[in-house]
């Protein structure tokens, strides 16, 4: 069945600490990833994608993920957290193999601590 | 352009009634797709239109439905609402093309609570 892991709930990070963000998923065709924000009482912001390439995206506000095919994994990282990237995070895949259908994470609440 | 926009953004609803959600995507989107957020299940899949026609279902009852019109706007509505029904419903539209990666563009969504 198609799915899509993100196995913390909550990540807290120092400020000026890297931060990682997990992400595993598992669907019949080839994936296309997505990682999206969401700040408080506000929808979903895109961050990233990987579609085909390298295996390292970079994308907003100097965030980056790297996809990993042997592992099924799409982790979310940024060298150094700001206390501004605090949100709930949503990693998201599209299988192309099943109507295109989005599948998203249940959601990872980073807090960045001063 | 303008982002995606819904309306309205905050809902009371008493169970039994009926709730309609307006959505309108981005201008030369055509595919919408409607998400209920709560904070046990996180974003769970609704249904999505394309050319105003249901293109994926999540599976969620049939007092659960939608449709989509021919300028692209989209309208959720939800009959004899329970308690459980309470939620962030969120509204996403797509280029749905190849070129595009089919990336989706949320909006602010609806909040919608049932007393």
């Known amino acids: 069945a198609q799915s899509v892991a993100q196995p913390e709930d909550q990540v807290n990070v120092a400020e000026g600490n890297p931060l990682t963000v997990k992400c595993t998923y598992s669907v019949s065709g080839n994936p296309y990833l997505f990682w999206y924000v969401q700040y408080p009482n506000r929808g979903l912001q895109f961050l990233l994608k990987?579609?085909?390439?390298?295996?390292l995206v970079k994308g907003s506000y100097g965030f980056e993920a790297e996809f990993n095919k042997s592992q099924t994994s799409f982790h979310l990282k940024k060298p150094s957290a700001l206390v501004s990237d605090s949100a709930l995070y949503f990693c998201?895949?599209?299988?192309?193999?099943?109507?295109?259908?989005?599948?998203f994470g249940t959601g990872t609440s980073l807090t960045v601590i001063p | 352009k303008a982002g995606v926009t819904q309306t309205p953004r905050y809902l009371i609803k008493t169970r039994g009634q009926q709730v309609t959600l307006s959505c309108s995507p981005i201008?030369?989107?055509?595919?919408v797709s409607w998400y209920q957020q709560t904070p046990g299940q996180g974003l769970q899949f609704l249904f999505e239109?394309?050319?105003?026609?249901?293109?994926n279902k999540g599976n969620f009852p049939g007092r659960f439905s939608g449709r989509q019109f021919s300028n692209s706007r989209s309208e959720m509505n939800v009959s004899t609402l329970e308690l459980g029904d309470s939620a962030l419903y969120l509204c996403?539209?797509?280029?749905?093309?190849?070129?595009?990666?089919?990336?989706?563009?949320f909006g602010p969504g609806t909040r919608l609570t049932v007393t």
């Open positions: 990987y579609i085909t390439g390298d295996n």
């Open positions: 201008s030369g989107h055509r595919s």
């Open positions: 239109y394309f050319s105003e026609t249901q293109r």
């Open positions: 998201a895949v599209r299988d192309m193999g099943d109507g295109n259908q989005f599948y």
């Open positions: 996403a539209s797509s280029p749905s093309t190849a070129s595009s990666s089919y990336e989706q563009y």
